[in-house]
T-cell receptor
Framework: DTEVTQTPKHLVMGMTNKKSLKCEQHMGHRAMYWYKQKAKKPPELMFVYSYEKLSINESVPSRFSPECPNSSLLNLHLHALQPEDSALYLC??????????????FGQGTRLTVV | AQSVTQPDIHITVSEGASLELRCNYSYGATPYLFWYVQSPGQGLQLLLKYFSGDTLVQGIKGFEAEFKRSQSSFNLRKPSVHWSDAAEYFCAVGQTNAGGTSYGKLTFGQGTILTVHP
């Protein structure tokens, strides 16, 4: 199983709403990532979790709050978003072991629209 | 800081023709290089990767890429394009986090949109 599953596939939320994006993998990977992709742009890294600990935060606004409850799950909690936060949010995972060089596997993404 | 340049925003080829997508990178150490493909509204699928060793790497769907350190390039090639290859292609350079446990920290190029004419 080389799949990263993201739910929901589409999400429309108001600026005062609180919602969460979910990502799941069962490949035993210990590194997980959130990327944001605006229309007609490449993906940009937001967060990296390594062994369930936040390893990298690319200066993301606090209205985005990541959480890694266990090694298979990664959440992204959303609160008080702005319309410019509308984008495709991609989750990815990789093996995450020292000296093990592997690629990142991406999910299909959640298309988020903030109204 | 690392960067990736894909000079061609949009390429159009006829079905059956050969294809080369260009990618140049800037990175201080030995780069980890990847090509991903993305269909509209979808996630990213890995085509191939280079970490070390043989500079000509084979990938899925008949794609190959050649790492040329002297030119800081990692161009993607396919000898005969199929209509199903129409998509957006991203070249990316990867680096590890401080603990050396995460290789998914990717910097992407701007992407090249491939259109295939019948």
């Amino acid at each position: 199983d080389t799949e990263v599953t993201q739910t929901p596939k589409h999400l429309v939320m108001g600026m005062t709403n609180k919602k969460s994006l979910k990502c799941e993998q069962h490949m035993g990977h210990r590194a997980m990532y959130w990327y944001k992709q605006k229309a007609k742009k490449p993906p940009e890294l937001m967060f990296v979790y390594s062994y369930e600990k936040l390893s990298i935060n690319e200066s993301v606004p606090s209205r985005f709050s990541p959480e890694c409850p266990n090694s298979s799950l990664l959440n992204l909690h959303l609160h008080a978003l702005q319309p410019e936060d509308s984008a495709l949010y991609l989750c990815a995972s990789s093996q995450g072991q020292i000296l093990v060089r592997t690629e990142a596997f991406f999910g299909q993404g959640t298309r988020l629209t903030v109204v | 800081a690392q960067s990736v340049t894909q000079p061609d925003i949009h390429i159009t080829v006829s079905e059956g023709a050969s294809l080369e997508l260009r990618c140049n990178y800037s990175y201080g150490a030995t780069p980890y290089l990847f090509w991903y493909v993305q269909s509209p509204g979808q996630g990213l699928q890995l085509l191939l990767k280079y970490f070390s060793g043989d500079t000509l790497v084979q990938g899925i769907k008949g794609f190959e890429a050649e790492f040329k350190r002297s030119q800081s390039s990692f161009n993607l090639r396919k000898p005969s394009v199929h209509w199903s290859d129409a998509a957006e292609y991203f070249c990316a350079v990867g680096q590890t986090n401080a603990g050396g446990t995460s290789y998914g920290k990717l910097t992407f190029g701007q992407g090249t949109i491939l259109t295939v004419h019948p």
